[in-house]
Structures are given as structure tokens and as C-alpha cells.
């Protein structure tokens, strides 16, 4: 009969509405208040985080999540096919991080100082579903990372244990040492990696001032064991050794940056620590650069001494730089590195656990995780609940699973993160110069400035497949060349303005190279990494579609009011 509808018509208008509302939903963006004016708390004050972070706690933040047991073997590692010239590689790295860390510092500023980081940047620059697809990919190398650096801090922990004759070969390998494999290696137990990861959180849930005393402590011992290496060592260098220094070529240091590049992943959890930094707006920029520029003085440094001390193409595979000392009588030293990485995957699993605590604490916020990740502790001041469940998670993977074997798979997440944040702060730029203007010409002003910033990242992929596999240097030059014509268009096509608080130099070509270079090593990444990073996508799209969109809530909601933060003048 006319006027009624037919069971296909009814389906096909709930099929158009659901997509229409998962649209909107996903294009949302998250309001941006000045950071001046506004910090997030709760309505009840004691269920806040508190400010007690200094610009010292945070660089140790930085450091402490940076430089793990890895100074102590990647640099060796390297070396042996770049030579002596893997003091450039780091250089290179390290300026590269620089780049991606001057544009963590604007949006650290800039934004509410309030937790998320990278999820919160793209949230506010860009839309819903971005954000939660980003906070997707860190949270897989979170968990992944947590587990695996915890096996190794067993291993560690068992091997100077077993420097005690009562422990010399009678720990079995289920407590530490590797773990006790089942059903083909597919359980592998070992049960210190959980201990281990629940003292920690257990550290973590005291409140965040206890926590920031452990990773101090550590941290400062750690960096201090590292200055005694390079003293020592300076001592036993020969200067012959580093001759020839690039033996086998610019490509190979060139590709030794590549790898080392991921030593200094780390200094972006300083930009998760916002809400509990006392001056967020001046000690965020100087944190993350700080701790950044600390470690690539240490790299640099053990770098030098390591060949220096032993030819390159002696060095060892597994402990190269224990070994090196070991070769000139300094076996006291050994004892030193061991110590040095016990506190270096110390502070590197603490600081990934206290990241990951805060994110799960920002989406459950915002409505895009059940609201208990949202609880803060009435006393403590920290999210418990949050910081239960990724110790949990981590404690299940370490203790039960070789997570090593999915080591290849890492480094999705941080390269990830990067060229979002890059290009997070090139979209916020734009939006200074046009937030009164809804008009079409600045709707297709702004799709064309993203249309450029991706065009960028896929010439960046390009030519690092192009470099991978040897590829013909024409291609390198047309992929290259696409990517100058697109960050010219940045320049001269959009309209900029400067920031309050820090400003990050150089945009937009800064953020534009940011984007090229990460996305660059992106291509040079196991390929099993982009297949993981394809099917996360896939699976959080999926969460999304079916939980997100419908429990978000990108403003302010009714538990929750803004309160003005102290002013630099009535601190």
C-alpha cells in the first residue's frame, strides 16, 4: 500500500543512518581550550592527578625511558657493519628525533596539559576515529614492549644473581632465564617476568611522586654507570682503530641510522606526563628536548669509546661492549654494564607501564573505553584501575609468551605517532588563521593542505621501499622530487600563525620532513610489521564502529569542570 514502508526500504534507510551517524561520529573533533586557561580535573579535587612533576622529574621521565640495556649492545651491534661511522648513524638519528621532538614540544604546550599525548594531539588536530586508531597502534607496542622488556630484565636479573655461587646453575629457566617451553614453543612460562611487572605496578599505583623517586634513582644510577664506562674507556682508546671510518660506506651508516633511530624512542612520554607536570607549559618543551639531547650525548659517547677500544670487526654479537672491556683486562667494568641495564629496563619498563596507565585513562575519559579506566584514586591520585589492567596484560604476555619472536613487529606504533603528532601540528596551524571561516574555500583549503601532508608520507614510503630493495635512483629522485613540489604547496598555499607558548621552527617544512623520514624508516620496518599495522586498523575501525562511536564524548561532560591553572606568576 502506498505510505508504508517495505522491510528492504526500512533496512536500507537503518543502514544509511547508521553509516551517516558513524560518520559524523568519526570526524569529531575534541575542543581546544588555551592551556592557560583551562587544566581538566575532576569535580571532586581529590580524585584528580596532582602536580607533582618538576622539569627535573620529567627530563629523568625522558631519559629513563629512552636508554635501556640497549646502549650496552645496539651500539656495538651497528658498528660492526657501519664501522667507526656509527657515530654518525646516531648523529643522524638523533637529529632526526630532534625534529619529531621540536613538534611534540609545540603541542605539549600549546594543548590543555592534560594526559593522551599523541591520541590527544590527533583528537584535537584532526578527528575521532584518527585518534583511536593511533592510540591502537602505541597500545600494541605498549603491551608487546612491556612483556618483552620484562623477560629481559629476568634474564638480567638472573645472570647477576647467578654471580653468587649459592645461585650459579640452580635457577631453572622457567624463573628467568629464557622460559620453560610447552607445545612446541608456543607457551613459554617464566615466572620472575610477571613478579617483576607486579612490583612495578605496584610501585606505580603508590602515586606518581613514589614512582618518579624509583625512576630517578634509577635512571640517575644508570646514567651515571654509562659516564663511568665512557670515562674508563676513553682511556683504552686507539685512535688507529677508527680508521677507515666508513669501511664499507655511506649507505651502511646510512642504514645503521635507520636501526638506531628506535634507540631513542621514549621522549614522547614526557608529553603523557602533562597532567601531572607543576609548570606544564615550560617544562614540557624543555623535558622532551632535554632528555632527548642527553641521550644522544650518551650514545654518541659509548659510540666513540667502543670502537676505539676494539677494531670493528671484532666486535662480539651479543655483548659487544662487555666484551670489548673484558678483552682489556677491565672485567670489574662487565660487572657495571650488567648493573646499568638491570636499571635501564628498569626505567624504560616503569616509564612504558606510567604511559600506558594515562592513555587508557584519557580514552576512558573521553568515552571511547568503558568509563572504569577513567577512576582515579580518591588518596593516591592515580588510576589505579587503568594501571591494573596494563600490568595485567603485560604480566600475561611476559609470563606465558616468547614475546621476543614479536619483536619485528614494534616500532609501528612510535613512527606512527610521530607523523601524526608532525602533522598534527601543521593542521593546527591552519585552523589559527581560519577558526571563524566556514566557508567552502577554507573546507577545500584545509582537505588540500592533508592531501599534501599525504602525499608526503607516501613519497616518504616509496622511496624508502625504493631504497630498501635497490630500486633504480630515478624513482628515488621522482619520489623525492613529488615530495618537494607538496611541501612547497604547504608553504605557499596555506596561511600560518605562530602558537602561544613554545613554537616549533621552521613550518612547515620541519613537520613536513618529520612526516617524509618516519614514514622513510616506516618502509624499512619487518613487512609483517605493515600487515599488523593494516589488520589493528581494521579491528579498531571494528571497535569503534560498534562501542566507540556511541559512548564518545569529545567536550566536557557533567562530572567533569575546568578549572584555571596557576599562573607563572602566582607560583
Same mark, same amino acid.
Given at each position: 500500500?502506498?505510505?508504508q514502508k517495505?522491510?528492504s526500504?526500512?533496512?536500507s534507510?537503518?543502514?544509511?543512518s547508521w553509516?551517516s551517524?558513524?560518520?559524523s561520529?568519526a ?7 588555551s592551556p592557560?586557561?583551562t587544566?581538566l ?6 580524585d584528580?592527578l596532582?602536580?607533582?612533576?618538576g622539569?627535573l ?8 625511558a629512552?636508554i635501556?640495556?640497549?646502549?650496552f ?32 614540544a609545540?603541542?605539549a ?14 583528537y584535537s588536530?584532526?578527528?575521532e576515529l584518527?585518534?583511536?586508531?593511533v ?7 605498549y603491551?608487546i ?10 634474564s638480567?636479573v638472573?645472570?647477576i ?12 629457566s ?9 607445545? +612446541? ?5 617464566n *615466572? ?5 611487572? %607486579?612490583? #612495578? @605496578?605496584?610501585i606505580?599505583?603508590? /602515586?606518581v611522586?613514589?614512582?618518579?623517586i624509583v625512576?630517578?634513582f634509577m635512571?640517575?644510577?644508570k ?13 683504552e682508546v ?15 651508516i646510512?642504514?645503521g ?5 628506535f634507540?631513542y624512542v621514549g621522549?614522547?612520554a614526557?608529553?603523557n606526563s ?17 632528555s632527548?639531547l642527553?641521550?644522544?650525548a ?8 667502543i ?7 671484532l666486535?662480539g654479537e ?10 682489556? +683486562?677491565?672485567k670489574?667494568?662487565?660487572i *657495571?654494564?650488567s648493573?646499568?641495564?638491570? %636499571?635501564? #629496563? @628498569?626505567?624504560?619498563l616503569?616509564? /612504558?607501564?606510567?604511559v600506558?596507565?594515562r ?13 572504569l ?15 591494573v ?8 604476555l611476559?609470563g ?5 619472536m614479536?619483536?619485528?613487529i614494534?616500532?609501528?606504533g612510535?613512527?606512527?605517532g ?18 571563524s571561516?566556514?566557508?567552502?574555500r577554507?573546507t577545500?583549503?584545509w582537505?588540500?593542505g592533508?592531501?599534501?601532508?599525504v602525499?608526503?608520507?607516501?613519497c616518504?614510503f ?11 635512483y ?12 607538496a611541501?612547497?604547496? #604547504?608553504c605557499?598555499r596555506?596561511?600560518?600563525?605562530d ?10 617544512i ?11 624508516l616506516?618502509?624499512?620496518l619487518?613487512h ?30 557533567e562530572?567533569?569542570?575546568y578549572?584555571?591553572a596557576?599562573?607563572e606568576?602566582?607560583?
Amino acid at each position: 500500500m502506498r505510505g508504508q514502508k517495505t522491510p528492504s526500504s526500512s533496512s536500507s534507510s537503518s543502514s544509511s543512518s547508521w553509516f551517516s551517524h558513524f560518520c559524523s561520529s568519526a570526524l569529531r573533533t575534541k575542543p581546544v581550550n588555551s592551556p592557560l586557561d583551562t587544566v581538566l580535573v575532576s569535580r571532586n579535587s581529590t580524585d584528580a592527578l596532582v602536580r607533582r612533576l618538576g622539569l627535573l622529574d620529567l627530563i629523568l621521565i625522558g631519559v629513563g625511558a629512552s636508554i635501556g640495556a640497549g646502549i650496552f649492545v645496539v651500539t656495538g651491534t651497528v658498528a660492526r657493519d657501519a664501522g667507526p661511522g656509527v657515530t654518525c648513524s646516531f648523529i643522524l638519528a638523533g637529529l632526526s628525533c630532534v625534529l619529531n621532538a621540536l613538534c611534540y614540544a609545540e603541542l605539549a604546550s600549546r594543548l590543555p596539559a592534560v594526559v593522551g599525548g599523541a591520541y590527544l594531539y590527533a583528537y584535537s588536530a584532526f578527528n575521532e576515529l584518527t585518534a583511536f586508531l593511533v592510540f591502537g597502534q602505541l597500545m600494541i607496542d605498549y603491551h608487546i614492549g612491556a612483556a618483552s622488556i620484562a623477560r629481559s630484565l629476568a634474564s638480567y636479573v638472573v645472570t647477576i644473581l647467578e654471580m653468587f655461587p649459592v645461585f650459579k646453575d640452580n635457577i631453572p629457566s622457567w624463573i628467568g632465564h629464557g622460559g620453560e617451553e610447552f607445545f +612446541g614453543g608456543t607457551l613459554s612460562i617464566n *615466572l620472575l617476568a610477571p613478579f617483576l611487572l %607486579a612490583l #612495578l @605496578t605496584v610501585i606505580l599505583c603508590l /602515586g606518581v611522586g613514589e614512582s618518579s623517586i624509583v625512576n630517578s634513582f634509577m635512571t640517575v644510577l644508570k646514567v651515571i654507570i654509562v659516564i663511568i664506562v665512557i670515562f674508563v674507556g676513553a682511556f683504552e682508546v686507539d685512535v688507529s682503530n677508527w680508521s677507515p671510518f666508513a669501511p664499507h660506506g655511506v649507505k651502511e651508516i646510512l642504514t645503521g641510522a635507520t636501526i638506531v633511530f628506535f634507540a631513542y624512542v621514549g621522549f614522547d612520554a614526557v608529553a603523557n606526563s602533562a597532567e601531572e607536570s607543576r609548570r606544564p607549559q615550560r617544562d614540557l618543551p624543555l623535558g622532551i628536548i632535554g632528555s632527548l639531547l642527553i641521550c644522544i650525548a650518551l650514545y654518541i659517547g659509548v659510540c666513540l669509546v667502543i670502537t676505539g677500544m676494539v677494531p670493528y670487526y671484532l666486535l662480539g654479537e651479543d655483548a659487544p661492549l662487555a666484551e670489548a672491556f673484558s678483552s682489556k +683486562g677491565l672485567k670489574f667494568v662487565s660487572i *657495571l654494564i650488567s648493573i646499568g641495564a638491570v %636499571a635501564g #629496563l @628498569t626505567t624504560t619498563l616503569l616509564v /612504558g607501564l606510567y604511559v600506558q596507565s594515562r592513555l587508557y585513562l584519557g580514552l576512558g575519559r573521553d568515552g571511547l573505553l568503558p568509563s572504569l579506566f577513567s577512576k582515579v584514586h580518591p588518596t593516591r591520585h592515580t588510576p589505579i584501575h587503568s594501571q591494573v589492567w596494563v600490568g595485567i596484560v603485560a604480566g600475561v604476555l611476559g609470563g606465558l609468551f616468547n614475546v621476543h619472536m614479536l619483536s619485528h613487529i614494534l616500532s609501528v606504533g612510535a613512527l606512527t605517532g610521530y607523523s601524526v603528532v608532525s602533522a598534527c601540528v601543521l593542521a593546527l596551524r591552519w585552523k589559527d588563521k581560519t577558526v571563524s571561516q566556514f566557508s567552502s574555500r577554507w573546507t577545500s583549503a584545509w582537505r588540500e593542505g592533508v592531501l599534501c601532508i599525504v602525499t608526503v608520507a607516501c613519497c616518504g614510503f616509496a622511496v624508502g621501499i625504493f631504497y630498501r630493495f635497490s630500486a633504480s635512483y630515478f624513482f628515488l629522485v621522482v619520489a623525492v622530487v613529488i615530495a618537494i613540489l607538496a611541501t612547497t604547496a #604547504l608553504c605557499c598555499r596555506q596561511a600560518y600563525t605562530d602558537p602561544p607558548g613554545f613554537s616549533c621552527p621552521g613550518v612547515p617544512i620541519v613537520p613536513a620532513v618529520c612526516v617524509f623520514f618516519n614514514m622513510f624508516l616506516f618502509a624499512q620496518l619487518h613487512h609483517e610489521a605493515w600487515v599488523r599495522f593494516v589488520v589493528l586498523s581494521i579491528i579498531m575501525v571494528g571497535i569503534y564502529a560498534f562501542y566507540g562511536q556511541y559512548h564518545a564524548k569529545p567536550g566536557s561532560d557533567e562530572s567533569i569542570i575546568y578549572q584555571r591553572a596557576p599562573s607563572e606568576a602566582t607560583r
